[in-house]
């Protein structure tokens, strides 16, 4: 009986042994699970009503896109934006069904984010590397990429392939000013020029900010204005504006004028503000404004290129048409001259301040430090601009 018992011992302590085992595996487990999963009513309310915003309006968008009146009889009525976009292969076949579903001549201007948060923007969606870094002559970094891809799919519209470019953000022009590509404010010669002037440029610039979006389009309304001609201006920046209520009294100033302003996200976000932009803002005539995420774009896409441009010109002919429509476009200067719009202009004049206080909304993104040092050395600068008497454009 003893051996039997010994035995018998053995067994029901190796049994016990493994039941340990197994029961810490499962609350090890347990564990990882539960830090891992995260209930959809914990999530940031904000962030997911935001979210669902902008799911509902691509979905909805990209049909009510003249685009996709261009398409549809080779649609599946049940197919959603992603398949959409397969549709095209290339950028003429983006340009060729713009053409169709309306776009008429128009006008292009590049404005480049040269602001101090490019420096680690980066992070996630360039390598860990600055935004601007160049590499001999290759398109390589996501403005350059920009450029060219929209230069290419516009320059069937463009009059005379005319493209006035500008900088704005680095530590001269800060928040109040931009400058032009080209020394003596010529516009630069289609889209290969821009790319070459940028890439002389970012050499020797030195980045700044804060970011206001509000001088470049500022700028574009003084180019309509001169040649009363439809203009498509595409702002490449890197993450959220930090002078919110002057970009926004901008874009609802644009909207009295045949603009079109497209935003290009470049960089690792967030991008609140510019979903809030391209969705909340009533006071607007027109719907003028449009914001494209380029990594989210392009990461996944079979074709980056097309899927980039085609998201970016989604809205563009509907916006050519809504202008053609509000008169805009006529030769005389009745719009240009009319009440209405002078007085648009003095409302944006007279709230003209905000170019220098920062909105109570606000929330600017990077290193505060270099913020904070980006914000003294701008704050010298509009010190000696008022002892100048110099008044930004």
């Known amino acids: 009986m003893g051996p039997g018992i010994c035995s018998e011992t053995k067994n029901t302590s190796s049994s016990a042994m493994w039941s340990l085992i197994l029961y810490i595996l499962a609350v090890v487990v347990g564990l990882l699970l539960f830090m891992l999963y995260e209930p959809e009513d914990e999530k940031d ?21 003249s685009l996709f009146g261009v398409v549809s009889a080779s649609v599946d009525g049940d197919q959603d934006a992603d398949d959409f976009k397969e549709h095209f292969h290339s950028l003429s076949e983006i340009s060729d069904a713009c053409s169709k579903a309306g776009l008429g001549k128009s006008n292009l201007i590049i404005g480049i984010d040269f602001t101090a948060s490019n420096e680690w923007q ?84 030195t980045l700044g900010g804060p970011t206001s979006f509000a001088p470049i389009i500022m700028k574009s309304i003084q180019i309509v204005k001169e040649t009363r001609k439809y203009h498509i201006l595409v702002i490449v920046a890197d993450g959220q504006v930090t002078e919110e209520g002057s970009t926004i009294e901008a874009i609802v100033e644009a909207s009295n004028h045949p603009i079109s302003i497209i935003v290009v996200g470049v960089g690792d976000g967030p991008w609140r503000v510019m979903e809030e932009f391209d969705h909340r803002l009533p006071k607007r ?13 392009t990461s996944k896409a079979k074709n980056p290129d097309t899927a980039f441009a085609l998201q970016t010109l989604m809205e563009i002919p509907d916006q050519y048409k809504w202008i053609k429509s509000l008169g805009y476009l006529k030769e005389d200067s009745q719009t240009a001259d009319s ?48 002892e100048r008497q110099v008044t930004p454009v």
């Open 339 to 386: 009440p209405e719009h002078m007085e648009g202009s003095a409302s944006f004049q007279s709230s003209n301040s905000l170019y220098r206080d920062v909105s109570a909304h606000s929330s600017p993104s990077g290193s505060p430090k270099s913020q904070q040092s980006v914000r003294s050395s701008c704050n010298i600068r509009r010190r000696v601009l008022s």
């Open 122 to 205: 980066g992070r996630k969606s360039f390598s860990g590397s600055c935004l601007h870094k160049t590499v001999g002559d290759r398109v390589y970094n996501p403005y350059q990429k920009v450029i060219s891809i929209l230069g290419q799919a516009l320059a069937p519209f463009t009059e005379e392939n005319l493209i006035p470019a500008y900088g704005f953000g680095d530590s001269v022009t800060c928040d109040e000013d931009v400058f032009s590509f080209s020394e003596d404010e010529s516009p630069c010669h289609g889209f290969q020029q821009v790319l070459d002037r940028y890439n002389e440029i970012v050499k020797s610039i």
């Open 45 to 65: 309310p904000e962030m997911t009503a935001v979210d669902s915003v902008r799911r509902r309006s691509r979905k909805k968008n990209f049909r009510l896109s």
């Open 285 to 297: 005539k027109f719907d003028n404004f449009r914001f494209v995420d380029y990594y989210k774009t």
